[in-house]
């Protein structure tokens, strides 16, 4: 096995995993410590350093909000635990399991993207342990990145002193550095630095779609994965990507909260006071990656709609209890599916009445909480492929996610639940999860290393037998696969009348007015 690799700053040494056949490498630097001059710079080169560094153990997380703070949140349950994790400002470090033996083995690479709605997030999640995924042949790398004000500051001044640069961008562009070391040096972990995916879900999946459409990215991947995330958000759901007015005008506010004038002042600032400030001022829309111009030319979702995306094959779906943000609340009466329609539907809101087809409360709340036309990244994912097919691109896999969630809480697959069955982790939940979770966790993880490698998730399971065949989304067939603990088959067509009429509005009436 590899237990020490070189990489272009010094020698690293890795552990092995609790499978002795896979190598754990973790915090390994890949860029300079983003602290004093440099906090709200792009990530600057990493110092080498003299013998062999001893990776063994995670890097301290992003500044953030204290995790495990609030028991009542479900992901504080399910994997924000520690609340003694180390935090640092100094957090530009990744993580590598190789199973590779040698440096001529040319595996297929996955670089992964946390998520956390770009305010909090940690490679260290324990769901997102890399070692299932490289017993199956692949190298998994998981990247830290900035988050919240240290991740996405716009100001004037930093126009000022940094005319060149991707302003409000610092997260992504710690993303964009972490593909690019992988690049540069996992050959020598035994990868194959043209065979990359990137992936990731919520504001990860967000963090993927910015890098399938940024200008400074082409090339440097070969697929996509974007999970419980990503489409043309702007439209389903609420854009995520700030305009650079905005965002210059939050920084302004923000620095007139902290009472500082220059960015010596502000970079004075100690980490812990700047980021309980910025969490007092803001969140996901004021702390989001910036359509700056430079690192993103416009909102994702629009490059999207008009074809200005990286051709790369692409891995998407959502979960059947994502969580609808905004004003889209989902009916739970006769009443509420009328409001809704009227609020929501411009032209098309009678028809779509008609097309709910209720007639009492009991079945509005049934339509409300089961039909796909209320869960907005359900929306966003099928603008996304209904679009596509146009165009005659590289594949596109599409899956809905929905087996039952066991638990006191009861929560149904919830926003971002599939990554305990991507990672093959579940053993590490507390969730009673029974055989056929743990089945339907192997098979989603062979679909997913499957497409990691060439592009298509079919295979062969471990018993030697085919899985469910997983069509890719078509003109001709709009293919979407049915992920549960009872079976693996096509989905329901999601494309109901009434989300037909929902996307018409938002094509015709939003997006083309």
């Known amino acids: 096995m590899l237990r020490t690799a070189k990489t272009e700053n010094g020698w690293v040494e ?26 709200w710079r792009a990530p600057q080169p990493c110092e080498n350093w003299e013998g062999v560094r ?19 949140n479900i992901y504080t349950r399910e994997w924000h635990v520690d609340s003694e994790i180390p935090m640092s400002e100094d957090c ?7 199973p590779a033996k040698s440096t001529e083995e040319k595996l297929p690479v996955l670089v992964w993207i946390f998520g956390g709605a770009f305010q909090c997030g940690y490679t260290a999640e324990m769901e997102f342990d890399g070692e299932r995924i490289a017993r199956r042949g692949v190298i998994c790398v ?44 996992i050959a020598n972990f035994g990868g194959d630095p043209e065979n990359i995916t990137i992936g990731g879900q919520s504001a990860g999946a967000g963090s993927v779609s910015a890098q ?40 302004k506010r923000f620095f007139e909260k902290l009472g500082v004038s220059t960015l010596e002042e502000a970079r004075a600032i100690d980490a812990e006071t700047l980021r309980d400030q910025a969490i007092a001022f803001g969140g996901i829309r004021t702390w989001a990656p910036t359509v700056d111009g430079k690192f993103l030319l416009a909102d994702p979702s629009d490059c999207f709609y008009r074809n200005d995306y990286h051709d790369v094959p692409i891995l998407l779906g959502n979960c059947g209890n994502e969580h609808e943000r905004g004003a889209l609340k989902k009916p739970e009466n006769l009443s509420d599916v009328e409001a809704y329609a009227k609020a929501n539907l411009g032209k098309y809101a009678e028809d779509f009445i008609r097309a709910a087809n209720v007639s009492t409360d009991e079945q509005a709340a049934q339509f409300g909480s089961s039909d796909a036309v209320f869960i907005g990244r359900c929306v966003n994912n099928l603008l996304f492929l209904e679009r596509q097919k ?15 969630y066991p638990g006191w809480d009861n929560p149904g697959a919830f926003h971002s639940s599939e990554l305990w069955f991507v990672f093959e982790t579940l053993a590490k939940c507390w969730r009673p999860f029974t055989g056929k979770h743990y089945d339907l966790a192997r098979n989603v ?37 049915y992920l549960s603990e009872e079976g693996i088959t096509r989905c329901r067509d999601l494309m109901t009348e009434a989300m037909k009429l929902r996307m018409k509005h938002i094509v015709e009436e939003v997006i083309e007015p």
């Open 390 to 404: 146009e165009f005659g691109r590289k594949n596109v896999y599409c899956y809905y996610f929905n087996p039952s």
């Open 212 to 251: 399938l459409v940024s200008p400074l990215t082409k090339g440097m991947f070969q697929k996509a994965i974007t999970q419980s995330g990503g489409g043309l958000r702007k439209y389903g759901q609420g854009s995520a990507a700030v305009p650079l007015e905005e965002a210059l005008e939050n920084g």
């Open 14 to 39: 890795g552990l092995p995993a609790a499978d002795p056949r896979v190598t754990a490498f973790k915090g390994i630097p890949f860029a300079a410590p983003p602290v004093g001059e440099n906090r």
């Open 142 to 185: 998981t990247v830290n990145y900035r988050v919240n004000v240290f991740g996405f500051l716009s100001h004037p001044l930093l126009q000022q002193e940094q005319p060149d640069a991707c302003w409000g961008n610092y997260g992504i562009e710690d993303q964009r550095a972490g593909i690019a070391w992988v690049k540069r040096n």
């Open 92 to 98: 530009l470090y990744l993580n590598v399991w190789t």
């Open 54 to 72: 001893k990776c063994y153990a995670f890097a301290p997380i992003s500044m953030q909000e204290i995790p495990g703070g609030d028991p009542d």
């Open 445 to 481: 993880c062979n679909y997913w290393t499957n497409f990691i490698k060439n592009g298509d998730p079919n295979g062969i399971d471990a018993d030697g037998t085919p899985m469910a065949q997983w069509k890719p989304y078509t003109k001709e067939d709009p293919f979407v696969i």
